[in-house]
Antibody, heavy 122, light 106 residues
Framework: EVQLVQSGPEVKKPGESLKISCKGS????????IGWVRQMPGKGLEWMGI????????RYSPSLRGEVTISADKSLSTAYLHWSSLEASDSALYFC???????????????WGQGTLVTVSS | DIQLTQSPSSLSSSVGDRVTITCRAR??????LNWYQQKPGKAPKLLIY???NVQSGVPSRFSGSGSGTDFALTISSLQPEDVATYYC?????????FGQGTKVEI
């Protein structure tokens, strides 16, 4: 069974750093992309970026403007989302999801983590 | 970014009704359009990929159609467990994007 298990909720102060994680199991971790999706309180889903653990190829949403770093450690089957300096506006629920493609090239997120709630407040 | 616009933003229908949600892309995305269901407090769930392919395990009352710029998700007979927010998402661009969501109530 494919599973993505995310790290627990975080409460941080503005300016602090944070790294949240997403551990994959039940499949070959290095053969699928892992994406990160943000959901701000009461709002919709926002695609943040995606990483391929096989070679660490990474793509970011243009709207992020270098605010976060996405990475993966294939030896731990774990992907990460990292902030060097949090802002209150980073308060949100963050999901990781496995990216898959059909042979014809159609891409989608077929399995999701349970979400990590990040609260940034002074 | 490729912008996706869903209509309506919310709807209320009765059990057994046929419900259709539309998603319009600002530019042609061929068939690179997926639909997800998100129930309150839960992670999204893939319903439809590549515009019209039903994901394994998804009830047959869900179907998708469309290509180019106009797409639709149809629930043929609305059930109480279908109360959720539905999102379209494009994978045509390197930078994937989601629609703003449609909240379905009974």
């Amino acid at each position: 069974e494919v599973q993505l298990v995310q790290s627990g909720p975080e409460v941080k102060k503005p300016g602090e750093s944070l790294k949240i994680s997403c551990k994959g199991s039940g499949y070959k971790f290095t053969s699928y992309w892992i994406g990160w999706v943000r959901q701000m309180p009461g709002k919709g889903l926002e695609w943040m970026g995606i990483v391929y653990p096989g070679d660490s190829d990474t793509r970011y949403s243009p709207s992020l403007r270098g605010e976060v770093t996405i990475s993966a450690d294939k030896s731990l089957s774990t992907a990460y989302l990292h902030w060097s300096s949090l802002e209150a506006s980073d308060s949100a629920l963050y999901f990781c999801a496995r990216g898959d493609w059909t042979d014809a090239g159609w891409g989608f997120f077929d399995n999701w983590g349970q979400g990590t709630l990040v609260t940034v407040s002074s | 970014d490729i912008q996706l616009t869903q209509s309506p933003s919310s709807l209320s229908s009765s059990v057994g009704d046929r419900v259709t949600i539309t998603c319009r892309a600002r530019q042609s995305i061929s068939g690179y359009l997926n639909w997800y269901q998100q129930k309150p407090g839960k992670a999204p769930k893939l319903l439809i990929y590549a515009a019209s392919n039903v994901q394994s395990g998804v009830p047959s009352r869900f179907s998708g159609s469309g290509s180019g710029t106009d797409f639709a998700l149809t629930i043929s007979s609305l059930q109480p467990e279908d109360v959720a927010t539905y999102y379209c998402q494009q994978s045509y661009s390197v930078f994937w994007t989601f629609g703003q969501g449609t909240k379905v109530e009974i």
